[in-house]
């Protein structure tokens, strides 16, 4: 397994398809249940190939992606972010933002998701961050599609020193698989002091 953090376009561009391809099968899974398109995830990842301080980072197994995550400050991301933020009158100009990790279920439960918050908080400390944040999405226990074995990440959140935030909530709208329109999901968010 080998991990490294990419920066800049010349280093995040060339990696997007294979990240594209993985986030779509990631994220078809249990609890985003996304039923996205290639252009779709291709558009969203250019953004970190653009913004100064952004940094991804990939595990790779004999060549194959098989996990990213990405960071960059708050500032540089989408306004639906921070809307809860502005709307809690809470300054975001020191805040880190980590976007999602994807990493394949084989792969689970060896460190790398360790290795994935150690890359971005070096990025946030780098950056003069004093807060990081992160947002989950969230599902009923009742739904219909949650695997009876599913155990949520929020353990391993908070063992890497996280508060769940559940007064700053964002919403965003895609398409879950067998669905025929988008539906507004809700995020909550995570937030750690650095």
Request: charged share 30%.
């Amino acid at each position: 397994m080998e991990i490294r953090t990419l920066k800049g376009p010349d280093e995040i561009i060339p990696a997007i398809p294979h990240i594209a391809r993985l986030r779509l099968t990631v994220f078809h899974e249990w609890p985003y249940l996304y039923d996205g398109t290639m252009e779709e995830e291709e558009v969203y990842l250019k953004h970190f190939a653009q913004s100064e301080f952004a940094c991804v980072g990939l595990a790779e197994h004999e060549g194959e992606v098989v996990g990213a995550t990405t960071a960059e400050p708050f500032k540089d991301t989408h306004a639906d972010f921070r809307a809860p933020f502005d709307k809690a009158g809470i300054d975001t100009s020191k805040i880190f933002y980590f976007g999602e990790s994807v990493l394949l279920p084989e792969y689970r439960g060896h460190g790398v998701g360790h290795a994935f918050f150690d890359i971005r908080e070096a990025a946030a400390w780098a950056w003069g961050a004093d807060k990081t944040a992160f947002c989950a999405v969230q599902r009923p226990d009742t739904h219909p599609l949650k695997p009876d074995d599913y155990r949520p990440l929020d353990a391993f959140w908070q063992s890497r020193g996280y508060e769940r935030r559940n007064d700053l909530v964002c919403a965003f709208k895609w398409k879950d698989r067998g669905d025929q329109a988008q539906t507004e999901k809700k995020l909550t968010f995570w937030l750690h002091e650095l």
